[in-house]
């Protein structure tokens, strides 16, 4: 063997998977040719159906229930994964082939503590003993930046956060020393805050000991920070590979630069106007928790308000607090000049039609058995009191402006896109012609390339209605692609608050700036300034 | 790889489309995949519906008709024989399917109006009201219910109608159990918040939100509560306090010709005859049962579609 094939970790060609649907197998991956060295990060992008997680799954040999490897071969170092038993597939997966899941809170045994489940698999195979084992994962810990290293592993997985959870993952894939990782959308469930040291923690360690790594993503940022390689997918092929640099700045495909291009989205802001709706020094508590502290927020008329946060910082509470759903201890919610009753139950319908709101998962926002006719139509019904033939035409006319049309009329939500359903929601809170919308991370879980349609949508949609929108967000790249005036809230407070341009750019208040540098920027070097600026405690430049 | 568009279209974004079929088409579809056992709980429910709908056009004797002869023996003329006052028993046994059937059914369609109607309630208001209606269903479920009927009917007498009344009662408690907990994992999604911020009833809530979300479940308990319920009703008759005669129906049948298997050494067909109308309660138990599980797998079994 030369050294070149020696250099060789994986070697996927021309994969082929099937998955089985409507009583037929349907290709999921047509065809893809994968090579890793050791050492190696490979980025593997897309949109979501694009393949990538089965892809992913499948360089370990592994394929979901339901799906199929139907050709090609996979070769791991010495091991032919197509043809390798079951039985010598585990030998390897958990030692030298290891998974990062994207949910770490749902990949946990909440029966097990965090050490215990960290060091089995290397037990098992009779890599370390379990002294040798723990002493290992303890020492990750500490890698990892958790705190407190040598107690944390006597948790169980509840009492310790989604992030740290992450990271502990992250140990328990990296304690046998593996040839590779794969990692699986590993911290789009994270805050930046968190991301960003999450990241920092996962791409120290796979430095240090030379792991190799498959890094699946759809935040093209974060890839430009981890990976070597990037390679991006749709529809189950590949549309380009090349390595990082060069992929992030000269994409050749059309397709990738379109990716790229969501990021360049921006508003020009507009000077502030009369105002629509007020939140007027706002105290709420949940039982005796409280989670806002005098929370003043101005929305003028036709223009967007973005809120922006960690998780836990009362974003969403505030949305609770307008909508009626948590009367306020103290400060009112003033609409159009007079205060609107703290409850749902003393508001009047003109009142609740007036302020509409869109949220985060727009699954669990739509009944899954009404179909997207029956759902656009009941607030024309409802508030205006539409019927038959004219409700008809007014719902059709609204999936027009939605860019859907009209054979999305007899659709259940089941089948529809991420997309697409989010569009559908959009036109459930039109119908009731609304002067404020609350848009509660309507972007958050959906592709980048998606993201980008439904913020021209919002922001076509403002222009022709005049719409106000509450925009609640933790990205500020959609910040900054929609707001005219930005609010920064923390544990309950609001720290910032004024036009786009002022808050964006410095000097900041400290927790903006934390905020303002964890988002991960498209520049590969970004992840190494912060590491350094943060270790040296100073203000790296913002790009 | 420039053959797909790259510009964005919502419409054009994901969609391989299910394919549409009528409901009648979905359901020969379903009929033809149907594993064996729920054919044959099919053609048993079938064949207890249409004995029950046409009895007196299939019976050939009346319900309480009295002929000369009690205690006839198997013949061309009397097929089951007749009983002690000389009822041809094939008769009572077809009636019997319209009588046991229709107050069973009449009594678990009336359990789950009580126990779904409370058990959406319950879910939706949670606080005080919750709290009391599940710790009264957890008393009353503490009671033994065959004794507690019993009790119940000897002090209400034993009309059809209080036996209706009772049994819905003290099955609802069950349905309500049920209800409440399929409907709490609804209650708390965003559509249902949805649809309180617009301003909608609870009315409205509870028929059109969730009421189609936790169907499928609720059917199937459907079919097996009716099961209980029939047994109840049967057992009921069996100890003389449930559907009187000269009502025919399936328990009490049992009961009236029971000491007749004591004659088994002289006449084999004698001793037969009440194991009959035991042996149709038997059938339609597995029949019901058969089809509810064929239901429940389909309900919950989202794997095998997808």
Redesign the interface.
Known sequence: MSSKTQDVLLEMRDVRIEG???EHW?PIVKGVDLTLHRGEVLGLIGES?AGKSTLGLAAMGFVR??CRISGGSIRFGDTDLRTASEAEKRRLWGTRLTYVAQSAAASFNPAHRLITQTANAAIREGLFSASEARGAARGLYQAMSLPEPDQIGLRYPHQVSGGQLQRVMTAMAMLPQPDLIVFDEPTTALDVTTQAEVLLAMRRIVEQHNTAAIYITHDLAVVAQMADTIKVL??G????EAPARNMLSAPK???T??LWSVRKLEKVTKPASETVLAVDSVDAAYGTVKVLDDVTIRLPRGRTVSIVGESGSGKSTTARVI???LPPRRGQVVFEGSALPPG?KG?S?QQ?RRIQ?I?Q?AD???????TVGEIIR??LE?YHGLTGAAAEARVLELLEQ????AD?Y??LPS???G??KQ?VCIA?ALA?EPDVIICDEVTSALDQ??Q??ILR?LMRLQKECGISYLFITHDIATVQAISDEIVVMHKGKVVEQGPKEEILSPPHPEYTRLLLTSVPEMDPDWLTRLAASREAGTNPATG | MTDTSHTYSAAAEAGRLRIRRTRWQRLQLELMKAPASAKIGLSIILFYAAMALFAPLIAPYGEAEILPQPYAPWSAEHWLGTDQIGRDILSRLIYGARNTIGIALLTTLLAFAIGGGLGLMAAISRGWLDQILSRGVDVVMAIPSLIFALMLLSVFGSSAASLILIIALLDSTRVFRLTRAVSVNVVVMDYIEAARVRGEGLGWIMRREILPNILPPLVAEFGLRFCFVFLTIASLSFLGVGIQPPTADWGSMVRETAQLIQFAKYDLSAAITPLIPAGAIAMITVGVNFTADWFLHKSSGLRDEQ
């Open positions: 089985f649907s409507d349907n159906g229930a339901g749709r529809h092929q590949e549309v380009e495909e059309a397709y630069r379109s909508m009626g759903l749902l508001r319908k609740l709101m949220y998962m669990t926002a739509m009944n899954p058995r009404h009941r607030p409802f939605i860019e859907l049309g999305f007899d659709r089948e529809l896109s997309g697409q569009r459930r009731a390339i998606v980008e349609g949508l």
